[in-house]
């Protein structure tokens, strides 16, 4: 290329018209890695990496978006995340790229100190949480979702059995859109609360006795957990909408039971 050809203008395909006519819902980047901070209700701040989805609504006229903005947006934005500034990163995102609507996805590992019941020894717990930011017609939408692991201990068991009942670790996935900040250790409580047994990461033999003899005393069938966490976020004015999922892995089949409540959310998009 001579000293001439070098100065002449780029053309942007992707900003060139398309006669299709035919809008598309989301395009963006998928699964891209970024540190993040996260704040925790002790105050502390945890590090850890994040995968992110970012997405726009094209236009049926434009032929395509500019894909490196949305890696420019990431790495301008401040490292410590929360809420707030999820939602400004959204906004930031739809502006740039000359969009109605937008979508970010930020998953991540969150882990939680927790002390045995009785012995009182430390260690960590792990939870999966995704930060969900949206703007749909013009309304903005945050929905923050925690998969919690739970132990479940099965009332009909306990019924029909001389001795024993069988119990399983459950998984507990809520998703919440909330109108105000909430911890992600609040949601998680929730789930503990409501389940048969909590999990920890490290039990000695006097914790042990404790959480199953707790188990027993407090059998719930998969639908009993549901509800019971349904009802507890109902009662909070923070929560615009839910789906609250649980899914039990049974000890005693080869398969799992699994309940699921929605409300004011799409269960299919939580």
Partial sequence: MNQRDSKLPIPDVQSSPDTRRLAIDRVGIKSIRHPARIQERNGGVQHTIAHFNMYVGLPHQFKGTHMSRFVEILNAHEREISPDTFRTMVREMVAKLEAQ?????????????KKAPVSGVASLMDYEVTFVGEIVDGRELFTLKVVVPVTSLCPCSKEISDRGAHNQRSHVTIAVRIRKFMWIE???????????????????RPDEKFVTEGAYDNPK??????????????????????VVESENFESIHNHSAYAMIAKGMDAGKA
């Fill in 101 to 113: 609507s937008g979508h970010i996805e930020m998953a991540f590992p969150y882990f939680v100190s």
């Fill in 186 to 204: 609040e949601i998680i409580d929730v789930a503990e609360n409501q389940a048969s047994s909590q999990l920890y990461g490290l039990l000695k």
């Fill in 221 to 242: 069938f998969v639908e009993d957990m549901v509800r019971d966490i349904a009802a507890a976020l109902n009662a909070d004015p923070r929560i615009e909408g839910y």
